[in-house]
């Protein structure tokens, strides 16, 4: 389709998405008016408003009440993991997403949302090599950095071996659930040596694009990593979901 038979409204979107990837409009940018881009672009408010939805349901922009619509800010937070930081973050008792966050100067927190005991869900048994519903201790948090909602987090650990420990109260885990697991009057008494990660691509339900803030046409990268000790058990399984446009990751998991 030429650019003469390409409707108006879209053509008004693709410059001004170009703007925004080139950085002529930065995040939190406010837009000209309607009235001012229709001037520009030879056309009706009614085509403008057309344009700009599109670049909303994209996630590019949003409408803040009584003030107009804006760049969309992109919170980002780069996350390297390797066994050297991990091992690192375990020693000195910071998580590792927070420690990365104030690297990159930002303030990350997690919130303890709840923590009770459930039947295993077939792809957690799966990862643990557990019956379906097998009882796990499921601890959901909510990670938020500079205020900003960021990941959705439910960790999960049989509990056969967690039972009447840290794990199963509602209640911050002294020096993380690592700690835990390798301390040597713990549960488990092994060292953690290797993370495996499947990651999938999906579009986010209504309640994770609530919980999460994902505006329309953002999708949501849910990131199963399975934690194995010494002698190959699997200890921990992760369950995060994660919008797509707040975090870049890059994963070199060996484990010294």
């Known amino acids: 389709m030429s650019a003469r038979e390409t409707p108006i409204f879209r053509q ?94 930002k303030t990350a927190e997690q919130q303890l949302l709840a923590v009770e005991t459930v039947p295993a869900p077939p792809d957690i048994a799966e990862r643990f090599g557990v019956a379906e519903g097998t009882p796990v201790i499921v601890r959901r948090l909510r990670f938020v950095v500079d205020g900003e909602p960021m990941q959705l987090v439910n960790g999960h650990y049989l509990a056969s071996r967690f039972e009447g420990t840290e794990v199963a109260e509602m209640r911050r885990v002294r020096g993380g659930v690592s700690r835990l697991i390798e301390d040597p009057e713990g549960p488990v008494r092994q060292r953690i040596v290797q993370f495996v990660e499947d990651l999938e691509i999906r579009m986010p339900t209504p309640e994770e694009s609530q919980v999460l803030a994902i505006p329309p046409g953002v999708p949501l990268a849910r990131v199963f990593r399975t934690g194995h000790v010494a002698s190959g058990e699997v200890v921990e399984v992760l369950d995060s979901r994660v919008p797509c446009d707040r975090h870049v990751f890059r994963y070199v998991i060996d484990i010294p």
Do not use: C, H, W
């Open 12 to 105: 008004i979107a693709e410059a001004l998405r170009s703007a925004i990837l080139a950085g002529e409009l930065t995040p939190g940018q406010q837009l000209p008016s309607e009235n001012d881009l229709k001037d520009r672009y030879g056309t009706t408010r009614v085509t403008v408003r057309k344009a700009i939805a599109l670049l909303k349901a994209d996630g590019l922009l949003v409408s803040q009440q009584g003030k107009g619509v804006f760049v969309r800010p992109r919170p980002s937070v780069q996350m390297l993991t390797t066994g050297a930081n991990f091992r690192l973050r375990r020693y000195t008792g910071d998580p590792n997403y927070n420690a990365e966050a104030a690297a990159q100067g």
